[in-house]
């Protein structure tokens, strides 16, 4: 089996995974649930820093960091803000 | 990748999993995000020997800096913005993360194009994907944040819109069609995609009215995820790909949940430009027959209230506008205190965002359990004293039952009109983000109680202390 085949694999368990795990949600976790998985993609971080450290020209370097700056800030404010909205929920627990 | 860094970014996509499915309950959720957090960490310092820099470089420095730059802007922005302001801040974030997709798809094509490394198909669909669908999602959550923002307010259709955005999609198609099937590394032909798909996103959220933005934005968050995925694809990242497709598929389940709820079929809300024409408001207002609506004091509100046994509150955006949610909750407990029994009832699209009433009420210590779901309050709305509704329209429209003709018909509602009084709060007539008139004004058991939804609350409150 070739690693393209056994990385598609692993890419159509992901999508049944992901719909498995949120079928069960109740809906007033909603929004902090789209809030939380809009974090997880900021791992487009990654592969912005990595791009970046092969750069090798203005143009790709300026890109790179547009990148980097803007990954950055949908990975970190992604899971802040989360947060934010889930201490809420938890503060009032008696 | 050594077989260490891939048992690691293993560990990172079992924490992803795991936040995910913790978030699903009230009571993990927090714990669940701080897992993904944690593993989203573990996934970016494991990254820096992936990187391959021998010594220390500029594009190091630029990385440090790029990375502190977003940490700086993503915790001013989470931090800073209201409460009732989260659907546009997720949006935001939403952009910016396309944005970087589509970046870093497009740098992976201009280093192989001037490498002579040439491209094979495979590495052209993904890329492709991955710069489309990002791009797309880019300028798509920006015009949505700038929806919900109120910079443009109004839907902008125009005569053939349908037609000219099919006709840039099958440029863009036949673009990818060109640059993927021959896998080539035509510069221009790539730009003119990129620039095609901002525009496509800009052209594709631009018709769709404030009311259908939340389920925009989910949608546009699983777009998002399945450009990550096809980064990943692109760059050889697994934990990429993983990441990206559990956000792409549970954000398309998600965005499906949205739309049931509201009973309309995903494609209606992004090609129908529904809330645009106003027509189905005129059609629904002739049918009214002459019925006035009948106003209400707030004294005679508060009696109303204050001598009822069971009242159900809906909220709905017009809370979140006026901030009035830790006045509601003030309203609550003074009724609370004299033996009446409060419950919320939460239309699964109240305000901008699904759960938006649960954060906003949350944030104002309302308890869960006085929080109902609709399935949960209709059977016993018959038994309702006071139904009080707050800033709600559409999810309380009779219509969705009574009139075939409405274009809202079949939409699960909170059936507010069969309790024995319904109080409106609400600041003058206008029509609701579906742009209809709303039947429950006018029955015979409805009053209205005109003004901020803030101020009146304030006076009931005042006027249940005094009495």
């Given at each position: 089996?070739?690693?393209?085949?056994?990385?598609?694999?692993?890419?159509?368990?992901?999508?049944?995974?992901?719909?498995?795990?949120?079928?069960?949600?109740?809906?007033?976790?909603?929004?902090?649930?789209?809030?939380?998985?809009?974090?997880?993609?900021?791992?487009?971080?990654?592969?912005?820093?990595?791009?970046?450290?092969?750069?090798?020209?203005?143009?790709?370097?300026?890109?790179?960091?547009?990148?980097?700056?803007?990954?950055?800030?949908?990975?970190?404010?992604?899971?802040?803000?989360?947060?934010?909205?889930?201490?809420?929920?938890?503060?009032?627990?008696? | 990748?050594?077989?260490?860094?891939?048992?690691?970014?293993?560990?990172?996509?079992?924490?992803?999993?795991?936040?995910?499915?913790?978030?699903?309950?009230?009571?993990?959720?927090?714990?669940?995000?701080?897992?993904?957090?944690?593993?989203?960490?573990?996934?970016?310092?494991?990254?820096?020997?992936?990187?391959?820099?021998?010594?220390?470089?500029?594009?190091?420095?630029?990385?440090?800096?790029?990375?502190?730059?977003?940490?700086?802007?993503?915790?001013?922005?989470?931090?800073?913005?209201?409460?009732?302001?989260?659907?546009?801040?997720?949006?935001?974030?939403?952009?910016v993360g396309g944005g970087a997709a589509a970046l870093v798809a497009s740098l992976e094509f201009l280093k192989r194009a001037n490498s002579f490394e040439g491209i094979t198909t495979f590495f052209a669909v993904t890329m492709l994907f991955a710069t489309l669908i990002g791009s797309l999602s880019f300028s798509g959550s920006l015009i949505a944040f700038a929806k919900?923002?109120?910079?443009?307010?109004?839907?902008?259709?125009?005569?053939?819109?349908?037609?000219?955005?099919?006709?840039?999609?099958?440029?863009?198609?036949?673009?990818?069609?060109?640059?993927?099937?021959?896998?080539?590394?035509?510069?221009?032909?790539?730009?003119?995609?990129?620039?095609?798909?901002?525009?496509?996103?800009?052209?594709?959220?631009?018709?769709?009215?404030?009311?259908?933005?939340?389920?925009?934005?989910?949608?546009?968050?699983?777009?998002?995820?399945?450009?990550?995925?096809?980064?990943?694809?692109?760059?050889?990242?697994?934990?990429?790909?993983?990441?990206?497709?559990?956000?792409?598929?549970?954000?398309?389940?998600?965005?499906?949940?949205?739309?049931?709820?509201?009973?309309?079929?995903?494609?209606?809300?992004?090609?129908?430009?529904?809330?645009?024409?106003?027509?189905?408001?005129?059609?629904?207002?002739?049918?009214?027959?002459?019925k006035t609506v009948k106003p209400i004091q707030a004294d005679e509100a508060a009696l109303l209230l204050g001598y009822a046994q069971q009242v159900v509150i809906v909220p709905g955006y017009g809370m979140a506008v006026a901030q009035a949610q830790h006045q509601v909750r003030e309203l609550s407990d003074e009724l609370g205190k004299r033996g009446v029994e409060v419950?919320?009832?939460?239309?699964?699209?109240?305000?901008?965002?699904?759960?938006?009433?649960?954060?906003?009420?949350?944030?104002?210590?309302?308890?869960?359990?006085?929080?109902?779901?609709?399935?949960?309050?209709?059977?016993?709305?018959?038994?309702?004293?006071?139904?009080?509704?707050?800033?709600?329209?559409?999810?309380?429209?009779?219509?969705?039952?009574?009139?075939?003709?409405?274009?809202?018909?079949?939409?699960?509602?909170?059936?507010?009109?069969?309790?024995?009084?319904?109080?409106?709060?609400?600041?003058?007539?206008?029509?609701?983000?579906?742009?209809?008139?709303?039947?429950?004004?006018?029955?015979?058991?409805?009053?209205?109680?005109?003004?901020?939804?803030?101020?009146?609350?304030?006076?009931?409150?005042?006027?249940?202390?005094?009495?």
């Open positions: 089996m070739s690693t393209e085949i056994l990385v598609f694999f692993i890419f159509v368990l992901a999508i049944f995974l992901g719909f498995e795990l949120i079928s069960r949600v109740p809906s007033m976790l909603h929004t902090p649930l789209m809030s939380g998985t809009n974090a997880i993609h900021g791992i487009i971080l990654l592969g912005g820093m990595l791009v970046l450290a092969a750069a090798d020209g203005t143009l790709t370097r300026a890109l790179g960091f547009v990148a980097v700056v803007f990954g950055s800030a949908n990975v970190f404010g992604g899971f802040m803000v989360t947060d934010r909205m889930l201490q809420m929920f938890k503060k009032k627990k008696k | 990748m050594s077989s260490f860094i891939a048992i690691i970014f293993i560990g990172v996509a079992v924490s992803f999993i795991l936040g995910i499915k913790l978030l699903g309950s009230p009571k993990t959720a927090r714990l669940g995000n701080l897992v993904a957090a944690f593993g989203m960490l573990v996934a970016l310092i494991t990254t820096v020997p992936l990187m391959r820099v021998e010594s220390w470089n500029l594009n190091c420095t630029l990385i440090v800096v790029g990375t502190l730059l977003g940490l700086g802007i993503g915790a001013v922005g989470a931090y800073s913005v209201k409460m009732t302001a989260m659907p546009q801040m997720v949006a935001l974030f939403n952009g919900l923002e109120g910079y443009l307010e109004k839907p902008h259709t125009f005569p053939g819109q349908n037609i000219l955005n099919g006709l840039i999609l099958a440029v863009i198609l036949g673009l990818c069609v060109y640059l993927g099937g021959w896998a080539t590394t035509n510069t221009t032909a790539f730009i003119v995609l990129f620039s095609l798909a901002l525009v496509f996103g800009v052209a594709m959220v631009m018709p769709i009215g404030g009311a259908d933005m939340p389920v925009v934005i989910s949608l546009l968050n699983s777009f998002t995820g399945l450009a990550v995925a096809a980064d990943g694809f692109t760059i050889n990242n697994l934990s990429m790909i993983v990441a990206g497709t559990l956000v792409g598929s549970s954000g398309t389940l998600l965005t499906l949940l949205m739309c049931k709820a509201m009973n309309r079929p995903v494609t209606n809300v992004l090609f129908g430009a529904f809330g645009s024409s106003g027509g189905g408001g005129k059609a629904g207002a002739s049918d009214l027959g002459g419950r919320f009832a939460i239309h699964p699209v109240a305000g901008r965002m699904p759960g938006h009433m649960n954060v906003l009420l949350a944030e104002a210590n309302v308890p869960y359990d006085q929080l109902c779901e609709m399935e949960a309050i209709n059977p016993t709305m018959d038994r309702v004293d006071v139904c009080l509704v707050i800033g709600a329209n559409d999810v309380v429209n009779p219509a969705a039952r009574e009139d075939k003709s409405s274009p809202i018909y079949g939409m699960p509602i909170i059936e507010a009109d069969r309790a024995k009084t319904v109080i409106v709060m609400k600041r003058s007539m206008a029509a609701g983000f579906a742009g209809i008139e709303n039947l429950l004004f006018y029955k015979d058991n409805t009053r209205m109680l005109f003004g901020d939804a803030k101020a009146s609350l304030q006076t009931l409150i005042a006027q249940l202390k005094a009495s």
